[in-house]
């Protein structure tokens, strides 16, 4: 199985802040990589598909990066409603794995 | 716009076997796998396996010898039977397609609509 793990597992930040989240492959995955974004209560949301493509509809301040096993997300400028976990997921191969997550929390 | 509606008993004693249905409206059903994942207490989320509407089924390979995934196509919807279940699989159950985008000349697959989720608590 492909593991994926991210980093940092938690961050806390302010709204306005620029945050990067970081998520490796334990192997090639070409640009295979979402980003989910979960808030309590909420079904989670697709970010970002093909590591870069923004999903229609999520603001332009999210934004992905990344080939081969590091991938990176970004959140531009923090709104109060960014405060969330974070997942990435692998779409290469079976079973499609996701990232331990990263928590985004208010300073 | 697609919308997937789940249902299934929210609670199981140690043992009986979970049973969750996932409904889909709008959109097409027969283009696309469907996908169940899992978010236990406190922890991550979890990828449990996919079926297509063929019936070809990729499970996890921690709950293959549990789970089994169905399609019926004709109600546009896709069930999930777990046995032998036990307080680890208490969680929050969800289904998602597991849409696709031609980006160029690769084809990107992800999660792109999701059922509401369904809360399932194992006790003894």
């Known amino acids: 199985d492909i593991q994926m793990s991210q980093s940092p597992s938690s961050l806390s930040a302010v709204v306005g802040d620029r945050i990067t989240i970081s998520c490796r492959a334990s192997q090639n995955i070409d640009g295979n990589v979402n980003w989910y974004q979960l808030r309590p209560g909420k079904a989670p949301r697709l970010l970002i598909y093909g590591a870069s493509t923004l999903q229609s509809g999520v603001p332009s301040r999210f934004s992905g990066s990344g080939y081969g096993s590091d991938f990176t997300l970004v959140i531009s400028s923090l709104k109060p409603e960014d405060f969330a976990t974070y997942y990435c997921q692998q779409s290469f191969d079976s079973p499609r794995t996701f990232g331990p997550g990263t928590k985004v929390e208010i300073k | 716009q697609v919308h997937l509606q789940q249902w299934g008993a929210g609670s199981l004693k140690t043992s009986e076997t979970l049973s969750l249905t996932c409904g889909v409206s709008g959109g097409s059903f027969s283009g696309y796998a469907w996908t169940w994942i899992r978010q236990s207490p406190g922890k991550g989320l979890e990828w449990i396996g996919e079926?297509?509407?063929?019936?070809?089924?990729k499970y996890n390979p921690s709950l293959r010898s549990r789970l089994t995934l169905s399609v019926d196509t004709s109600k546009k919807e896709v069930s999930l039977s777990l046995a032998s279940v036990t307080a680890a699989d208490t969680a929050v159950y969800y289904c998602?397609?597991?849409?696709?985008?031609?980006?160029?000349?690769?084809?990107?697959?992800?999660?792109?609509?999701w059922g509401q989720g369904t809360t399932v608590t194992v006790s003894s």
């Open positions: 998602a397609r597991w849409g696709f985008d031609v980006v160029g000349d690769f084809h990107y697959y992800n999660l792109d609509f």
């Open positions: 079926i297509n509407p063929t019936g070809n089924t």
